[in-house]
Nanobody, 120 residues
Framework: QVQLVESGGGLVQAGGSLRLSCAAS????????MGWFRQAPGKEREFVAA????????YYADSVKGRFTISRDNAKITVYLQMNSLKPEDTAVYYC?????????????WGQGTQVTVSS
């Protein structure tokens, strides 16, 4: 069994920053891609960012490019999402995902989500 636990969400004003963390347990997957997704109320889950171990490549949705940064700490089996210049439209529940052979998915494992709320 693989468990992913997100943390770091909260309430922040527009223009502020947050860093989300996703701690993994139950297995190691140092060479596997990790992704972040989000789901706003009444909307479908959407891709935010992914980290591909091969070449250390990162991928971002157009809506967050230049503002969000995904990274990974193998020693802690943890992935992070640094979010800067937050906008109200970033408000959503953020989920981390793992267990994909390719950064585009499909991902096998998902966390419970952490709420991010950005006020104007």
């Amino acid at each position: 069994q693989v468990q992913l636990v997100e943390s770091g969400g909260g309430l922040v004003q527009a223009g502020g920053s947050l860093r989300l963390s996703c701690a993994a347990s139950g297995r190691t997957f140092s060479t596997s891609p990790m992704g972040w997704f989000r789901q706003a109320p009444g909307k479908e889950r959407e891709f935010v960012a992914a980290f591909s171990w091969g070449g250390g490549s990162t991928y971002y949705a157009d809506s967050v490019k230049g503002r969000f940064t995904i990274s990974r700490d193998n020693a802690k089996i943890t992935v992070y999402l640094q979010m800067n210049s937050l906008k109200p439209e970033d408000t959503a529940v953020y989920y981390c995902a793992a267990g994909a052979a390719d950064w585009r998915g499909p991902y096998r494992y998902w966390g419970q989500g952490t709420q991010v709320t950005v006020s104007s």
